[in-house]
């Protein structure tokens, strides 16, 4: 079917310029974004490398967006915004999402959430981050969420947020680490089983792999930045360790999707992560 545009996901890009092991990659991927500019770049969070701990983080992430030549999109990750609060045992090893940290994001880098209507599409990014975490702002974006897709008529939609709704069954428990928080994760059914719903666009796992869900296909985006060994991170979903971003092609009905990996550096988390994330071991 005729291309009507192109959408360039890139994820859990860790940007940083205290610890700049990632920025050779990012480099990489602005270059290729310039060649050829999309319609859109969206990020799927986990832009900066510490932006919930270190707000510095932040701003580097939104300066080296940017200088894309071309519109784009964060939407926040765990280390931007703060984590699901019951999976932040107050060491600091995590930290909760709160309404000081969503306003740092929204500060730096821009609304935490989008809608884009291009063509037949309508593109819908949300702020995952707040799923389970009861603050105010979630019920409020659950509301704008739900009139989006009222309003929405015959348009095909695309959802994109950091973290998976689920890894392998809708059905799972949680919360964990690595999916959406399960009574959220409800309340996001009725998008997730819109005959319209073509895609889901989510990162977080650094790794990529492909779900069928209804309709929709699921995405998980790798990590621009890194892989990481089934030692540090033995909770991955089966997918692909690889360092790439994910290139979506949207037509009249439907997306194509490839993944992109060509010219990028793999490198290993486990060789980094007690310098880039010393709270680790606390
Ligand atoms: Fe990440
Ligand atoms: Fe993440």
Avoid at 67 to 86: E, K, Q, S
Avoid at 245 to 251: C, D, K, P, Q, R
Wanted: with cysteine; net charge negative; aromatic share 6%.
């Amino acid at each position: 079917m005729e291309e009507q545009f192109r959408v360039v996901q890139v994820s859990d890009t860790h940007l940083s310029h205290r610890h700049p092991h990632f920025l050779a990659n990012w480099r990489r991927f602005a270059a290729a974004i310039a060649e050829a500019p999309p319609r859109l770049v969206v990020n799927t969070g986990d832009a900066s490398l510490a932006g919930a701990r270190h707000r510095e983080d932040l701003v580097a992430a939104a300066e080296l967006h940017a200088a894309l030549p071309c519109a784009w999109r964060i939407v926040p990750g765990n280390h931007d915004a703060g984590d699901h609060p019951a999976l932040c045992d107050g060491s600091g090893r995590r930290l909760p999402a709160t309404r000081e940290r969503l306003a740092a994001f929204r500060a730096t880098l821009g609304p935490d959430r989008f809608l884009e209507d291009i063509g037949g599409w309508r593109l819908l990014g949300i702020n995952g981050m707040l799923l389970g975490s009861g603050l105010p702002e979630e019920e409020e974006q659950f509301a704008w969420l739900e009139a989006a897709r009222a309003g929405a008529g015959d348009r095909l939609l695309a959802l994109f947020l950091h973290k998976p709704p689920f890894l392998s069954d809708p059905a799972e428990p949680g919360p964990v680490y690595w999916s959406v928080d399960p009574r959220a994760r409800a309340r996001l059914m009725g998008l997730l089983d819109d005959a319209r719903l073509r895609l889901v666009g989510c990162g977080h796992l650094h790794e990529h792999f492909a779900r069928r869900h209804g309709a929709a296909e699921i995405r998980c985006c790798p990590s621009l930045a890194f892989v990481a060994s089934p030692a540090l991170q033995p909770e991955a979903a089966g997918g692909a360790r690889e360092t790439g971003w994910l290139e979506h092609v949207f037509t009249r009905d439907g997306v194509a999707t490839r993944v992109v990996t060509a010219g990028l550096s793999r490198t290993l988390l486990d060789d980094v992560v007690d310098e880039v994330y010393p709270e680790r071991r606390r």
